[in-house]
């Protein structure tokens, strides 16, 4: 009983403890740091720490402190730790965010309360339209970008029809409406699969088999893009019917898909050997400081967001209470992405070039991502017409 | 009656008188989160209690209690999307869907017993999960953000924090005192009688299911209200509140606290959660700390919180 | 038509695998009266335990038998430490304790293997399709699913059927305080069964592992379809869980195959899409509503009590 009453008293101190109102600059960082996708969370986080060390850990002349939160993938989580950040926490930025769903139910909270918040990953469509915000930023895309990029691909390769698969949420839904949005020729079936729980793929697969489909496009993030990949590959249908991804292979997945995942193309805005400067530091110092792991384009865009945070303290040199001229100095993009060209759009989503990626073997023998391409040249999302902020 | 001076009745005082004053206390302390967090504990502590009367007093085990959470939550929150913002309708609409559902499945769960019970009642919440997540209008799986909350025609202004916290501290308070009520009443006395000997109060005369269904339709139907709260709280409805593993975290709200006694969902309610959120605080691991915590109390500490200070009230 | 024969054979894999998770499951709870939410976690153990041993031996047959052994011995020690004190309590309380298995299993995977997963590799021999009728061809590993849970099937029935041990098995599920009165060593008996079970699980993970990756939480959203089985199909029967399987992996993939399109016919494509998937999951809870509301005691039930 005493133990009881210990604990319920360190849990009233833990809450009361009032926020430190002082010369810090606070950011809260949401991603997921449990469950199946956390390998993704300790990417973003680890490429946001790199960024503080580059940075020397201080923005504006004052120090950082960074709050991490996991969302466990759940979209009412994530709506809860968001207000915990903001109002007991009371951070200067809300940053991160991996999944659409997720960004959706807590967008009120920060808008509501005046909150930066920078979208390192997750872009819903309503987000580029009509829930654009005048304090939220995006550092990744909008979800329709990257498969309209696999579209426009597809094209070019002279591709007559598809066959779409993708897990039934916001992301999954943006996804297979973007390749529809730029694909030239018929689109023979379309499959959404129950999201995250649903990882047996043979029932799509057949369908996709029988369709007599020329290609196939999914989208599956995570460990379900391994498990896609195992699939494809033992129903015997590599080789058979070629497969466009977006979002499916990446430096987390890779090691678990193998020789799965050579020879399927993929489009992103990041690939780890762009020849930018910033970018060669950011991979060469990434692989130094983790060793054993490389970072993901989930990664590339939680730096920039750190950049992007940094360029916002450093022109109110520190006041962070004055958020207009922060919000100016935001939408000049003012600091180098490790992508290269990067400027922003009247809703706060990036303009930017999308690179066709392959899997080939690199020096040391291991499977590694390689840019082929540039497909697409200053992409803008075809939703900024529907946000009500114009520049 | 003995004396209802002891330990338990003390502490249960207490937390009460705490619960009242934690505005102040928030104000005071320029701490807005405590706020927010004790008002989700407290529209939680609602749900437990309605789950307790069913299960401490009626000994039905649902483990679908979360569809009720979720069908409160979606009748104000469909009716909001669609235009509707008045609370004048939106919460009868979601107490009388509450009512109904619990009705329907209510006929045909009670007809088993047991651990069918439990199963049953899982499945139905599984389907209203289900049905939910296939509504495309609202959402679907990604859950609908509700833009403004109920509105009370300038009674009460459910956007300001204090005066949300007290509208759901009174449906708190007034639903364990009607839980109360309820228990020490005649048709109590028979629901908690069938609990405990079915074949003699059906002997003596007494339709034991109809009594049972009435319970389960009341449970149902607070515990809705609780669904229309936790909906304007977290201004966000999606299927996700309605799996079956809320269900679960309801149970064991209900289990920790003491199942069959008044204030044990409440006290559990709140231990539970300040629990989840203090342990995440410190270790990125506290399941591994939670789950064996849990196995320990149902080994040895029979009867939850309430179960130990009524001991510790006997000396 | 050729369609229809490839989604049934999925169809029926899906169902197969579901009865080895279910068959543990349902001797557990029909000899021990005992509810074991762990039961996924013994699964996902299986599924780590092969990832591990077939990195470790290079062999992909002598990995599955040691993971295989070290399930079942997980799970004798499990009886042995914790859940043996919760027969005959109340099966709430069984829920609970065995709930916070759950937790402290997928945190500690979490601490030993790390949160990203692991995979499975198949050996080649198993990777490639076959032709089972002209024209069709099916993935060797899925088939190899079909065959050894058949296998794992059979040897259940025999044994259950045929032997001792089957017969004090049997007796236990309908009357367990008379075996006791016999003067049978019931707390052997039920720790051998309750091993039996966690092997059984521990098969189904490692089975279900080169297909899916190994991850953390992999066993509960199948947990509760397999409780779904084995309610359907009468608890403690292994013949009604082997038949409801095979019912519920049908009902799975076919909905999954062919609702869509039928949904499309009634519906715009984008809310047909939105709906199939949902719709298609329901139906097997739609079942079991429907069985125990009519059928209360399942549909293959284990003997009268």
Not at chain 1, 225 to 246: C, D, E, M, R, S
Not at chain 1, 255 to 282: H, M, R, S, T
Not at chain 1, 285 to 297: A, C, E, I, N, Q
Not at chain 2, 110 to 122: D, K
Request: net charge positive; proline share 4%; with cysteine.
């Amino acid at each position: 009983m005493k133990k009881a009453f210990w604990l319920a008293g360190a849990t009233i101190l833990a809450l009361a403890q009032p926020a430190l109102a002082g010369d810090t600059i606070k950011i809260g960082f949401i991603s997921t740091f449990s469950g199946p996708t956390a390998v993704i969370g300790n990417d973003m986080r680890n490429s946001f720490e790199l960024a503080l060390d580059h940075l020397g850990r201080k923005m504006g002349g004052k120090p950082v402190e960074v709050i991490y939160e996991d969302d466990g993938q759940k979209p009412d989580v994530g709506k809860q730790k968001t207000e915990k950040l903001i109002q007991s926490d009371k951070v200067d930025f809300v940053v991160g965010y991996i999944w659409s769903n997720v960004l959706l139910a807590s967008l009120k909270t920060a808008v509501d309360s005046k909150t930066f918040l920078i979208t390192s990953n997750a872009g819903p469509s309503q987000l580029a339209g009509e829930l654009c915000s005048p304090y939220v930023f995006s550092t990744s895309w909008q979800n329709d970008q990257t498969p309209q990029a696999v579209g426009t691909y597809m094209n070019q390769k002279g591709v007559k029809s598809v066959f779409l698969i993708g897990p039934n949420y916001a992301a999954g839904k943006d996804m297979l409406a973007g390749v529809k949005s730029t694909f030239k020729g018929q689109v023979v079936g379309e499959e959404y699969t129950v999201w995250p729980s649903q990882l047996d793929f043979s029932a799509e697969l057949t369908k996709a088999k029988n369709s007599k489909a020329e290609s196939i496009f999914v989208f599956y993030p995570g460990a379900a893009g391994v498990q896609f990949l195992n699939q494809y590959a033992q129903a015997g249908l590599k080789g058979q019917i070629p497969l466009y991804t977006a979002f499916t292979i990446d430096e987390l997945s890779l090691p678990l898909q193998k020789e799965n995942a050579i020879g399927v193309p993929g489009a992103q805005q990041w690939v780890n050997d762009l020849p930018f400067p910033e970018n060669k530091k950011f991979v060469e110092d990434y692989r130094k400081k983790y060793t054993g792991l490389r970072p993901t384009f989930y990664g590339a865009q939680s730096y920039d967001a750190a950049n992007l945070v940094n360029s916002a303290v450093v022109a109110v040199k520190g006041d962070t209470s004055k958020k207009d001229e922060m919000k100016a100095e935001m939408e000049k993009a003012n600091f180098k992405s490790v992508r290269g060209p990067f400027k922003y759009g009247n809703n706060h989503i990036p303009i930017q070039n999308f690179y066709l990626q392959d899997v080939v073997k690199d020096a040391d023998g291991q499977l590694s991502l390689k840019t082929v391409a540039t497909i697409v040249k200053d992409d803008q999302d075809r939703f900024h017409d529907k946000c009500p902020m114009k520049k | 009656m003995k004396s209802h001076i002891n330990a338990r009745n003390v502490i249960v005082a207490l937390v009460a008188l705490g619960l009242t004053l934690l505005p102040a206390y928030s104000a005071l302390t320029g701490n807005i989160f405590i706020l927010t967090l004790f008002t989700r504990i407290v529209i939680f502590a609602l749900a437990a209690a309605s789950l307790n009367l069913i299960m401490g007093y009626g000994g039905m085990m649902s483990f679908g209690h979360a569809a009720y959470l979720g069908i409160g939550g979606y009748a104000v929150g469909i009716l909001a999307h669609e235009g509707i913002g008045s609370g004048f309708i939106q919460w009868p609409v979601a107490l009388a869907l509450s009512a109904l559902y619990a009705l329907v499945i209510g006929a045909l769960s009670l007809r088993t017993r047991g651990v069918y019970f439990i199963m049953i009642t899982l499945a139905f919440a599984q389907m209203a999960y289900y049905i939910a997540s296939g509504l495309s209008r609202y959402g679907g799986d990604d859950g609908l953000t509700i833009y403004k909350r109920s509105t009370f025609g300038g009674l009460i202004d459910l956007s300001n924090r204090v005066q949300f916290y007290y509208l759901c501290l009174a449906c708190l308070f007034g639903g364990v005192y009607l839980i109360w009520r309820i228990i020490n009443s005649r048709f109590g006395m028979v629901v908690q009688g069938v609990r405990s000997n079915e074949q003699r109060m059906q002997a003596i005369g007494f339709h034991a299911n109809r009594y049972r269904l009435v319970c389960f339709v009341i449970s149902g139907t607070i515990c809705g209200l609780a669904g229309a709260l936790l909906a304007n709280n977290t201004d966000f409805i999606s299927p996700a509140g309605m799996y079956w593993t809320r269900s679960g975290e309801l149970m064991v709200m209900v289990v920790f606290g003491g199942m069959g006694s008044l204030f044990g969902p409440v006290l559990g309610t709140i231990v539970f959660l300040l629990l989840e959120e203090v342990l995440s605080q410190f270790t990125e691991y506290w399941a591994l700390i939670m789950g064996p915590l849990l196995l320990l109390i149902v080994l040895f500490a029979r009867g939850g919180i309430m179960g130990l200070l009524g001991r510790l009230s006997r000396g | 038509m050729l369609v229809l024969v490839e989604q049934s054979l999925n169809g029926l894999q899906f169902g197969l695998l579901l009865f080895l998770l279910a068959a543990g499951l349902t001797l557990v709870f029909g000899i021990m009266d005992f509810v074991n939410l762990a039961h996924g976690s013994l699964y996902m153990m299986g599924a780590y335990f092969a990832a591990t041993f077939v990195a470790w031996t290079n062999s992909f047959v002598l990995g599955v038998l040691l993971a295989l052994g070290a399930t079942l011995l997980l799970g004798i020690a499990l009886e042995f430490i914790a859940l043996r004190h919760l027969y005959g309590r109340d099966h709430l309380d069984q829920v609970l304790a065995t709930f916070g298995l759950i937790l402290f299993f997928n945190d500690a995977v979490r601490l030993i293997w790390g949160p990203a997963g692991l995979s499975l590799p198949l050996p080649p021999w198993l990777t490639v399709p076959v032709q089972i009728v002209p024209g069709v061809f099916y993935p060797a590993y899925r088939l190899s699913i079909i065959v050894v849970a058949l296998a794992v099937a059979a040897l259940l029935y025999i044994v259950v059927m045929r032997t001792k041990i089957g017969m004090l098995i049997r007796a236990g599920a309908s009357n367990r305080e008379m075996i006791g009165a016999l003067g049978i060593n019931i707390k052997l008996l039920f720790t051998l069964v309750f091993g039996l079970g966690a092997a059984l699980a521990g098969l189904a993970g490692l089975m279900q592992a080169p297909i899916l990756t190994v991850q953390i939480g992999m066993g509960e959203n199948i947990l509760i379809l397999a409780f779904v089985i084995i309610v359907i199909g009468g608890i403690g029967s292994i013949r009604g869980a082997f038949m409801a399987a095979i019912f519920v992996g049908m009902i799975d993939t076919l909905g999954r195959a062919f609702l869509p399109d039928l949904l499309r016919t009634v519906l715009s494509s984008a809310a047909a899409s939105t709906a199939a998937p949902a719709l298609s999951s329901m139906l097997i809870y739609l079942l079991m509503a429907i069985v125990l509301v009519v059928r209360p005691e399942g549909l293959f039930p284990a003997a009268k009590r």
